[in-house]
């Protein structure tokens, strides 16, 4: 330690307080100091215990002694100037500094509330849209070892993301080195019966290796194992969740041994899943155990087996520990080669449904991906757009702090002539607005809690989750943080720039009232900025609202409304025939027919916009045979006779099913006009016959119907397939009915029409087909929505703007125009130009803005139908918008330039 | 509004006679049979505080020439700093008198 005495040592601690505590107590405190250091030495103390009491004396006292000082002159009356800072630590110049500003503020408090609502309203919206991203994109699944967690999906031309069948897990679990474990699942509805009501719950068919998986443990008993869920070593039991256990168990610990009864088969309760998470808080988190029931794979009804039914469940793997997921896209190709080569399924059945589909191959994606891929593009649009809103916001306070620093140029220029800093007046506004984006971040993020609880008051739709708290996590504060200081140097640059080097001369020459060329300028730029900023944004969300009105307006091909709907399953145990399936849905169809309101009822397998479907290969005899690889695929209905009438679809050729197409006559198919129009161009397609993989014997075509869509109003045409329901049925089904009602109303008397067949049939997903529509625009109108709102804002942000710009101009002036008006110009043509120069800035604007837009909207791309990025009406009609603010908030100001007073004016020197 | 320990402390050491700085750290420390240690910053602090609220006041007269240190401040209690002692003194005398009352503490 350096030799200094204590007197010194004293001499330097006591600097670190500040200048007026100095000047009143410095010396008394020098000398105490030093007389406790001298008193300890005495004592007997080691240097260090003579020196480190009094550094920390020093620490704790000094800085709130600062403190202290700041908060007493905030308090004392304002000065009119800024003070002189020279000789002074940096420590003074920066409170000097905050002194200021906050004394500005409380003289100004207008400027103050205007600047920190603006500042807080961007930042706010900024937060709470990137604690959705956060939350949504960035944040990994609950899982151990997420990041090592992929979805293992087969790949056809229709469908993108597709199952896997039971031949290909097994395959992929054979081969080691890649994957860690491999689990094969699929969540289903099941029926609970034996007890008081009949019951749907959600179930999670799976390999006893899910849980390996996902490292999930059992909370109570265990969990299954790979053996107890595989077909012919399967046993019956099921694993429920924390809530199922809740909800049916009351929480009771007996519930381990316990039979529920799953899809008529009675399956014995081993464990409760212990949640990894907490399940109500995470968006994303349901993906892979928000199920009741989890169920070894061996229970899942499919009629000949598991090994024989082709793709039908999802694949979920953990990577071997540094295995990329490209490497494992790679091994699950050779895997999948290998698989088609040996011809390892035995039956012929799931053999041609892999070689049938056209080019199918396997890969791997990182589990995150699939559970939140679909909500990327609409986030990422979101949260460019609240960007723009907050840069707005900053370029309207750094005109707010020009005009203001600009204001002062005249008395900082004869400071720097009299030997002040020209630094001091850049910093001052530096640290001016540093402050203004402290005090909005923080404001920001009260306000970001309050734009979340809005949203979710706006409906968001499924698949953008919006969190319903704003957790202040480290991700959102360390966010929010980094926009203050950008904020903060957004802001400030434009001023301090233009204070920092002002020319001396030229000021002090000028009068009073002069216009200041330079500075009009920099607002000039930060005005057609803002303006430019705006029209992207209105061109945005002017292209979303059309491609929203294009959603609704696209033709469905059926008619949505006064149709009832409702789902249901059989269990395979009551209904094991074919023949017992077709009896029921005969019998159902005839109850509900005759409910009053009813006018047309019909069954189908899966109902259009419910998300359900599924696609078959087909071959058409007769034409040459294509190769297996590229057959062509079509949509596949299964429906009962009614069906288009109930759903008004056209039949334009041929004729519907009737009851005598049933088990006992030839397979029969309706087809739709793309399918005619495909597989038979220039031909009659009635009589007409093709065969499928999944169906026995050729099916003859005794019909052709309208195009209707099936997942979403936006999707292309397809070929579509209908069959006969009671030639082909299944446990799974959907109930249709036309109504001459309002078709909720209807509810109770179809419910008791299908409880008179099966009292003991639960039934679910009970809503109007115009709502299942509906909701499938969701994310359009969110998404319109929400941007429709941000352009708003912005276009009001940026008329303040321009306002302000204008009216600024205009009063620094007003001497210029009356000397003028004095001289004879006329009111007009001051009102002619300064107009005349707005509509110029708003030209340039305009030019820049719609090449930003063109621009965002590739970004947008993905979520925009029917409707193109360069789209001219969109594109015009923001310009004109933008024009017409941009218009009134320059007229005003001029207006009343127009109308200067020579006298006044010219007086007021 | 009541009053800080520091402060109280400081009251009393300088209720007898005038002290500098670290007479009164000395003083705080004997009236307090050691139990408060104050430190000279924590001192000066509450002295500073004291001195601008006109409860004390940097002495003009000096103590005998033999035991003067002619660089040290002095300070005393001003009238309105008496006051304040007393008062606090008064108002803790009574909550010890309260305190008798209901048992808390041996009769004096």
Redesign the interface.
């Known amino acids: 330690m350096p030799d200094i005495s204590p007197r010194r040592l004293a001499w330097w601690l006591v600097r670190a307080y500040p200048p007026r505590f100095r000047q009143d107590v410095g010396l008394g405190l020098v000398d105490a100091i030093q007389d406790r250091m001298d008193a300890r030495r005495t004592a007997g103390a080691s240097r260090a215990g003579v020196w480190i009491p009094a550094m920390v004396d020093t620490i704790r006292n000094a800085p709130a002694e600062w403190l202290r000082a700041a908060l007493e002159a905030t308090a004392r009356p304002p000065r009119r100037t800024m003070p002189v800072s020279r000789g002074r630590t940096m420590m003074d110049k920066l409170l000097q500094d905050i002194r200021y500003a906050l004394r500005m503020w409380r003289r100004k408090p207008g400027f103050a509330f205007v600047a920190i609502a603006t500042l807080a309203l961007g930042i706010g919206a900024n937060t709470a849209m990137f604690s959705i991203v956060n939350a949504v994109l960035l944040r990994p699944l609950p899982f151990r070892d997420a990041a090592r967690i992929v979805s293992v999906w087969g790949r056809t031309n229709a469908f993108p993301r597709g199952l896997l069948s039971y031949a290909e897990y097994e395959e992929i679990r054979k081969q080691t080195g890649t994957f860690a474990s491999m689990a094969f699942w699929l969540p289903q509805s099941v029926n609970i019966t034996g007890t008081d009501e009949p019951q749907r719950l959600v179930g999670t068919f799976a390999t006893g290796s899910f849980f390996e998986v996902l490292g999930l443990r059992a909370e109570r008993g265990r969990l299954f194992t790979e053996e107890e869920s595989a077909p012919g070593t399967g046993k019956p039991v099921v694993v429920i969740s924390r809530n199922t256990w809740k909800r049916r168990f009351n929480s009771d610990p007996s519930a381990i041994g316990a039979t529920l009864t799953v899809n008529g088969t009675p399956l014995t309760v081993v464990g409760v899943l212990e949640p990894p998470f907490n399940q109500d808080t995470a968006p994303n988190d349901g993906y892979f155990i928000s199920a009741d029931l989890f169920i070894p794979v061996a229970q899942f009804p499919v009629p000949n087996g598991l090994a024989a039914a082709g793709p039908v469940m999802l694949g979920v793997a953990k990577l071997a520990p540094g295995v990329a997921v490209a490497r494992a896209t790679a091994d699950l190709d050779v895997i999948h080669k290998r698989l088609v080569a040996s011809g390892v399924q035995s039956s012929a059945a799931s053999r041609s449904s892999f070689t049938a589909q056209s080019g199918r191959s396997l890969f791997a994606e990182p589990a995150q991906e699939s559970v939140v891929g679909t909500s990327r593009p609409a986030l990422m649009l979101l949260f460019a757009a609240v960007g723009v809103v907050l840069l707005i916001a900053c370029v309207n306070v750094s005109q707010l702090l020009l005009a203001r620093a600009v204001d002062r140029e005249r008395e900082i220029a004869l400071r720097a002539a009299l030997g002040a800093s020209r630094t001091a007046v850049a910093r001052q506004l530096t640290v001016e607005a540093l402050l203004l984006a402290v005090v909005s971040s923080i404001a920001g993020l009260a306000i970001g809690r309050l734009a979340l609880a809005s949203l979710a008051w706006l409906r968001p739709p499924a698949n953008v989750p919006i969190p319903t708290d704003l957790p202040l996590d480290w991700p959102v504060l360390l966010f929010n943080g980094a926009v203050a200081i950008a904020v903060a140097m957004i802001c400030g640059l434009a001023p301090a720039l233009r204070t920092a080097r002002p020319d001396i001369s030229r000021v002090l020459q000028a009068g009073f009232r002069r216009a200041s060329g330079a500075g009009r300028r920099t607002r000039d730029i930060l005005a057609v900025v803002e303006m430019a900023m705006s029209v992207a944004l209105v061109a945005v969300s002017a292209l979303l609202i059309q491609s929203l009105l294009a959603v609704q307006q696209a033709p469905l091909g059926f008619d949505s409304s006064n149709v009832f709907t409702l789902q249901f399953r059989l269990p395979q145990s009551k209904y094991p025939t074919p023949d017992d399936i077709a009896r029921f849905f005969k019998r159902t169809i005839e109850n509900v027919r005759a409910v009053p309101g009813v006018q047309s009822a019909a069954l189908v397998r899966a109902v259009p916009f419910s998300g359900n479907g599924g696609t078959i290969a087909y071959t058409v005899e007769g034409q040459p045979q294509p190769d297996p690889t590229s057959a062509p695929q079509a949509l596949f209905h299964l429906v009962t006779p009614d069906y288009f009438k109930t759903m008004r679809i056209p039949i334009l050729k041929g004729r519907d099913f009737t009851d005598r197409d049933d088990a006992q006559t030839p397979l029969v198919a309706v087809i739709n006009d793309t399918f005619a129009r495909r597989a038979f161009p220039g031909e009659d397609p009635i009589g007409k016959r093709f065969t499928t993989p999944q169906t026995q014997g050729p099916i003859t075509i005794i019909g052709v119907v309208g195009d209707a869509k099936h997942y979403t109003a936006t999707e292309p045409a397809r070929a579509q397939l209908y069959a006969a329901h009671y030639q082909v049925p299944l446990i799974f089904s959907s109930l249709v009915a036309r109504t001459t009602v309002e078709p909720m109303s209807v509810t109770d008397g179809i419910r008791k029409a299908i409880w008179a067949v099966d009292k003991d049939q639960p039934v679910w997903s009970i809503y109007s087909l115009e709502t299942t529509v509906e909701r499938t625009a969701g994310q359009s109108r969110f998404l319109a929505l929400l941007l429709g709102i941000f352009a708003a804002t912005a276009l009001l942000l940026a008329g303040v703007g321009i306002y302000g710009v204008t009216s600024y101009g205009v009063s620094q002036r007003t001497h210029e125009i009356g000397i003028r008006l004095a001289l004879g110009a006329s009111g007009e043509r001051v009102l002619r130009e300064i107009v005349g120069r707005g509509v110029r800035l708003t030209i340039v604007a305009v030019a820049i803005g719609l090449t930003a837009a063109v621009l965002m909207g590739r970004l947008a791309t993905a979520v925009l139908f029917g409707v193109k990025p360069t789209d001219p009406g969109a594109l015009a009609g923001a310009a004109v918008v933008l024009g017409v603010v941009s218009l009134a908030a320059t007229y005003l100001p001029a207006r009343r330039a127009a109308r200067v007073n020579p006298v006044v004016a010219l007086a007021e020197e | 509004m009541t009053l800080r320990p520091v402060e109280f402390h400081i009251l009393l050491a300088l209720a007898e006679e005038e002290r500098?700085?670290?007479g009164l750290?000395q003083e705080v420390a004997a009236l307090t049979e050691g139990e408060l240690q104050l430190?000279?910053?924590?001192?000066?602090?509450a002295?500073?505080r004291m001195?601008?609220d006109g409860w004390v006041i940097e002495s003009a007269r000096r103590p005998a020439a033999d035991v003067d240190d002619e660089?040290?401040?002095y300070y005393r209690l001003t009238p309105a700093g008496r006051r304040i002692a007393v008062a606090e003194a008064e108002r803790l005398s009574r909550l010890v008198s309260i305190a008798r009352a209901h048992r808390l503490l041996a009769r004096a």
């Open positions: 500098h700085g670290y750290l430190e000279p910053g924590t001192l000066y602090r002295l500073h001195l601008k660089r040290r401040r």
